[in-house]
């Protein structure tokens, strides 16, 4: 247990669904990140928020819309997907977004359909 | 443009067996060296984290050392056992970001 608490574990939807993942940290961190993992590619950043302020946004489409309500939560709102977005998503936190260690959840398997 | 390079891809070894795995940069200017552990299905675990004046980290079984000047850190295991069968990613944070190598996966048998 890592202090950090993604939901759901697993998610299956249709290109048309909108969804949203969520993560919790209970690490008093002030950082948060959400990363993309698919199958043979490196880890991508997607998104950081430090002190609830998005401090990066690395080329993600607009597909993908993150919320960060406070320092210990940290929403990814899914709509209209592709398939190529099938992914294990992963949250992670620390405590300040300069180079600290990261602690990461357990992350969100995607498949969209 | 840093890019983290693990060699080799894949690993299997017989249980006791002392290992070594490779993590190469391109870009030397970095913050620090990461190295985490992952789980089939599972995130990330933080092993060993280097900063850039240092030259090693230790816990336990786990030696990692670091030198920027040749673009390489390598993670030593020692003893090794079934249980630390996982997939092991370095990372070089560099300016203001963490970039991952694509990993080692490792497979420890009895």
């Known amino acids: 247990e890592t202090g950090v608490t993604q939901t759901p574990r697993h998610l299956v939807m249709g290109m048309t669904n909108k969804k949203s993942l969520k993560c919790e940290q209970h690490?008093?961190?002030?950082?948060m990140y959400w990363y993309k993992q698919s199958a043979k590619k490196p880890l991508e950043l997607m998104f950081v928020y430090s002190l609830e302020e998005r401090v990066e946004n690395n080329s993600v489409p607009s597909r993908f819309s993150p919320e960060c309500p406070n320092s210990s939560h940290l929403f990814l709102h899914l709509h209209t997907l592709q398939p190529e977005d099938s992914a294990l998503y992963l949250c992670?936190?620390?405590?300040?977004?300069?180079?600290?260690?990261?602690?990461f959840g357990s992350g969100t398997q995607l498949s969209v359909l | 443009k840093q890019e983290v390079t693990q060699i080799p891809a894949a690993l299997s070894v017989p249980e006791g067996e002392n290992l070594v795995l490779n993590c190469s940069f391109t870009d030397s200017a970095i913050y620090n060296l990461q190295w985490f552990r992952q789980d089939p299905g599972k995130g990330l675990t933080s092993l060993l984290l280097?900063?850039?004046?240092?030259r090693e980290q230790t816990s336990g079984r786990l030696n990692a050392s670091l030198d920027k000047s040749s673009g390489r850190s390598t993670l030593y295991i020692a003893a090794s056992q079934p249980g630390d069968s996982a997939t092991y990613l370095c990372?070089?944070?560099?300016?203001?970001?963490?970039?991952f190598g694509t990993g080692t996966r490792l497979q420890v048998f009895p």
């Open positions: 280097i900063q850039s004046s240092q």
């Open positions: 992670a936190s620390s405590p300040r977004a300069q180079g600290e260690k990261l602690f």
């Open positions: 690490l008093g961190h002030n950082a």
């Open positions: 990372a070089a944070y560099n300016t203001d970001k963490l970039i």
